[in-house]
């Protein structure tokens, strides 16, 4: 859960404590969150690159990608987490006489809670050398780096505040007569990652993937009253994962994603079962997924995925089963997941031709 967002989604105006609750709100906002705050995060994760490992970037079956996630979380709670989510790859060999490849990537991103509109908004680039170890089984080792724009901000005129109610009657054209802090911070942010991808036998029939990552490196100011000494926690990020083929026309996937940013922790895991089925032998013409995850100590994730040719749709629901179930009725939040993947001609003269080895998950 991103602390920011569950600060701003409850009515300070609960038992009567308004005054109290502000100031318990504002100091956490200006001090206490540099302790405690966290990243956005995706149930399907696994779709996510530059947000999870800068050098997951490029690391999949076809040559781009481009991804919109939309997420909503919370809506019995409060006025819900709304999070949508551009992100696109690419990436290019390095010559006809080299199995390495070049990848780049490019996302940005907007999360908005609360009664305040406490707001998120992102932009990163990563760029990341995938290594070849040894082609025969696929083998790579890659380094990715990214660097980034945040803006945190809400808006204080949405408030509601003791001084705003004269004889029991609340007013909102009544002055708020608050010190407010400043209302946005904007930090610049870097990440940087190492990922290992390999696909062993003859047939290279089953792909593992592993890999760690940190952001927030860099340490950028983190309060909105600009108070020295407080900065963006460091997230650590471990990533692994497996793809197997069981059949012809069965698939396994197996995912992983454990994060760590101070005092907050997220481990979830899962996997899904595939069938697809072939258009004269070629590549997968329509393939459909089902599977489930679990965010430890947090929610159940039912999952389904379609894809036909080179696009795909991926649904997921949280059902929450933490201490908030009371309050959330198990209903935690829906996810939809659009991609789009595909290949630059070969041999159209505008660069090297595609390589049958290549990093893949």
């Known amino acids: 859960m991103n602390v920011v967002g569950w600060l701003y989604g409850f009515d300070f105006n609960w038992f009567g404590m308004k005054k109290r609750l502000l100031i318990l709100w504002l100091f956490f906002l200006g001090k206490g969150l540099a302790f405690g705050q966290a990243d956005i995060h995706f149930s399907q994760f696994y779709e996510t690159s530059l947000i999870r490992n800068p050098a997951l970037t490029g690391v999949f079956n076809d040559n781009y990608k481009i991804t919109v996630y939309s ?38 991103y907007f999360d908005e809670a609360g009664d305040l509109d406490q707001k998120i908004t992102g932009f990163y680039g990563a760029i990341n050398y995938n290594k070849s170890l040894n082609p025969e089984s696929n083998s790579y080792l890659s380094f990715g780096f990214a660097g980034g724009y945040l803006q945190y901000s809400f808006d204080p005129s949405k408030a ?27 930090m610049a942010d870097m990440g940087a990652g190492i990922n290992y991808n390999f696909s062993p036998g003859g047939n290279n029939d089953a792909t593992y993937m592993m890999g760690f990552s940190a952001y927030h490196f860099n340490q950028p100011e983190f309060s909105f009253y600009k108070t020295y000494g407080f900065t963006e926690n460091i997230r650590g990020n471990g990533n692994a994962g497996m793809i197997k083929e069981l059949t012809d026309h069965f ?32 590549q997968p013409l329509f393939e459909i997924y089902a599977g489930v995850f679990y965010r430890y100590q947090d929610a159940i994730i039912p999952v389904v995925k379609i894809k036909y040719k080179h696009m795909s749709i991926g649904m997921s629901y949280d059902i929450n089963v933490s201490s908030l179930t009371e309050a959330s009725n198990m209903m935690g939040g829906y996810e939809i997941t659009l991609t789009l993947t595909g290949n630059y001609p070969p041999n159209s003269g505008s660069g090297p031709a595609l390589k049958t080895a290549c990093p893949r998950f």
Request: glycine share 10%.
């Open 251 to 282: 698939l396994l996937q197996l995912h992983f994603n454990y994060a760590v940013q101070n005092t907050y922790q997220e481990l979830i895991g899962g996997g899904l079962i595939g069938w697809r089925t072939f258009a004269q032998y070629e």
């Open 160 to 186: 509601t505040v003791n001084n705003q109610f004269q004889n029991g009657v609340f007013n909102p054209l009544n002055p708020q007569m608050e010190n407010w802090p400043t209302p946005k911070m904007n």
């Open 71 to 108: 997420r909503s979380q919370w809506n019995s709670i409060a006025n819900p987490y709304q999070t949508t989510l551009l992100n696109a790859e690419y990436r290019i060999s390095l010559g006809q006489n080299s199995n390495d490849f070049l990848s780049f990537g490019g996302l940005g």
